[in-house]
């Protein structure tokens, strides 16, 4: 089986997709604002990702590239990728599918920051991600998790 991700359409079909996720109405994790407040035209530009089974959306994520002026993490400074709300409906988790959508943000070979959620450190660190050295002043209560591609080190304050 060939497993594809997708960049979703911001469009009411893939609001309606949203709804059908476990966190959806989780203030933290939903996805609805950003994508309400993105849906323009269906060509707009998305920053969601998906994995489709059939015609039922059952994997999502958000990728948003960060500009290096505003690099916090990185050594040297430069645009990275924040990953944000990822998520696998129940009934196809552990089944490989969020390995997929990491796997696929990883593709762009650029530094990757994410903010995981309760008890999904595990998951994270079998994806090769590892802790940022916590800065209050810059984390503001926030755990976030680094991945680092070959060349790039977590930024010391």
Do not use: C
Request: charged share 30%.
């Amino acid at each position: 089986m060939t497993v594809k991700v997708e960049k979703l359409k911001v469009n009411y079909k893939t609001l309606e997709e949203f709804k059908k996720f476990r966190e959806y109405g989780v203030q933290e994790l939903s996805m609805m604002e950003d994508l309400e407040s993105n849906i323009i035209e269906n060509n707009s530009e998305s920053p969601f990702y998906g994995i489709y089974f059939g015609d039922t959306l059952i994997a999502r994520m958000s990728l948003y590239e960060r500009d290096s002026r505003y690099d916090q993490y990185f050594d040297p400074p430069q645009n990275y990728l924040e990953l944000w709300k990822l998520e696998v409906l129940p009934a196809y988790q552990k089944k490989g599918y969020g390995r997929v959508l990491v796997d696929f943000a990883k593709s762009f070979n650029m530094a990757i920051k994410t903010n995981p959620r309760i008890q999904s450190h595990g998951f994270w660190e079998q994806m090769g991600f590892e802790k940022a050295t916590y800065d209050m002043d810059r984390d503001l209560g926030q755990n976030p998790l680094i991945w680092l591609p070959e060349g790039v080190s977590e930024q010391k304050n």
